[in-house]
Every structure is written in structure tokens, then in C-alpha cells.
């Protein structure tokens, strides 16, 4: 059974421009989370997602950033127009149903140049 | 809302030293409570987790205690390698929140 996969690894994207990360949950996963760290820092929630439907969208900038997990195909979060404070890791993570553990993707770097 | 306090790091201890990383929270309801661990530039790895009060989570000699009434769940391990040196993230989710609430992660450095 893969892990969650996550792509790009890295991401190199200059100002102005659209990033668009991927995340392939764990087989059987109906729940995908993406989190955002900082260099340095602790991990910061941005959205809860299960299939169609957002959960939870908390953490996430009203403006610039949406994410999506289609009933087919992975969850994709997109940052339009990326500036240099969107440089950080987001890592994604999934769980089959509520009340047990998440488990990670390697995380995709975005540098913003 | 649901919060999780961790000791400040960095730690930094000699091989075979005694570790000790301290997590409090707050929590709504009765949460489920993590111990994540991240080697660098890797993603996050579950370490260990509890479910309930006076469950204890053990992995590769670490270990805590879920402890209700001090809403502690302290990260041990009796003996450290060189091999753990990492960030340390204790974590918590709730069936109502849904969602994990990470601490700040604690840096762990050992020295051989």
C-alpha cells in the first residue's frame, strides 16, 4: 500500500505565477488535511477536505489559495499569483475516517523567486 | 479552541541521556493525542499515539502516557541514539474539531 504522494517534491514558481500542488491520499483514505510550514516552524493547518467537499478551510488565505479533492484524482492545492511569503513546505495528509491517525506525504517545497 | 503547548527547544543531549519532552493541551471532549516525529526534509512520521485516559503509547523505546487530569501526554525515552535527532510535534484531534492541532515541535539534538 503507497504512502500518501505528494508532487512536485520541489517547486519553483516566480511572482505573479500559479502554483498547483498534488496529493494522492493513502488507499482507502476518504479525509486529506494540508498543512503549511514555515522554515524553522511548527506546522500550520490550512483545509480539511473528504471526497467532494470542504470540511474545514480555517487556516487557509481568503484570497489567492483554494483546494479541491474531486471523487476522482488527488486533492490539489492552488495558490494563484504566489508571492514571496507563499515560500514554505506543504505537506499533505490522509486518514480513512475520523478519530484515527493522519499520515504524511514527503511534503512539496514551494521557493518563489 | 483546542491549543497544544510544547517545551521550548532545542534540546540537545549526549547519547544515552534520559529525554523528556513535555506537551500539555486543551482540548473540547475527550481527544486522541499523537507524537509525530520529522528528520530533515522528510514529512512528519506518526510516533506514537493514545486514544484514551491512562493509555500509554509505545514505539521504539519512546513512550507517553495520556494523563487526563494533568491534560499532559510528556514524550519519554530512557535512552537516546544519535539516530533521533529530529523535530518532535505532539498533536491532538477531537471527534467534534475533526481537525489535528499540532504543537510547535521540539528540536532534538544528540550528540555521540
Known amino acids: 500500500n503507497a504512502g500518501v504522494m505528494q508532487n512536485p517534491r520541489h517547486l519553483v514558481r516566480r511572482r505573479g505565477q500559479e502554483a498547483r500542488l498534488r496529493c494522492s491520499p493513502m488507499k482507502g483514505h476518504s479525509h486529506v488535511y494540508w498543512y503549511r510550514q514555515l522554515p524553522e516552524e511548527g506546522l500550520k493547518f490550512m483545509v480539511y477536505?473528504?471526497?467532494?467537499?470542504?470540511?474545514?478551510e480555517s487556516g487557509m488565505p481568503k484570497e489567492r489559495f483554494s483546494a479541491e479533492f474531486p471523487k476522482e484524482g488527488p486533492s490539489i492545492l492552488r495558490i494563484q499569483q504566489v508571492v514571496r511569503g507563499d515560500s514554505a513546505a506543504y505537506f499533505c495528509a490522509s486518514s480513512p475516517r475520523n478519530f484515527t491517525e493522519a499520515f504524511f506525504g514527503q511534503g512539496t517545497r514551494l521557493t518563489v523567486v | 479552541g483546542n491549543s497544544v503547548t510544547q517545551m521550548e527547544g532545542p534540546v540537545t543531549l549526549s547519547e544515552e541521556a534520559f529525554l523528556t519532552i513535555n506537551c500539555t493541551y486543551t482540548?473540547?471532549?475527550?481527544?486522541?493525542l499523537f507524537w509525530y516525529v520529522q528528520y530533515p526534509g522528510e514529512g512528519l512520521q506518526l510516533l506514537l499515539k493514545a486514544t484514551k485516559a491512562d493509555d500509554k503509547g509505545s514505539n521504539k523505546g519512546f513512550e507517553a502516557t495520556y494523563r487526563k487530569e494533568t491534560t499532559s501526554f510528556h514524550l519519554e525515552k530512557g535512552s537516546v541514539q544519535v539516530s533521533d535527532s529530529a523535530v518532535y510535534f505532539c498533536a491532538l484531534r477531537t471527534f467534534y474539531g475533526q481537525n489535528f492541532v499540532f504543537g510547535p515541535g521540539t528540536r532534538l539534538s544528540v550528540l555521540p
Open positions: 477536505l473528504q471526497k467532494e467537499n470542504i470540511i474545514d
Open positions: 482540548a473540547t471532549g475527550y481527544p486522541s
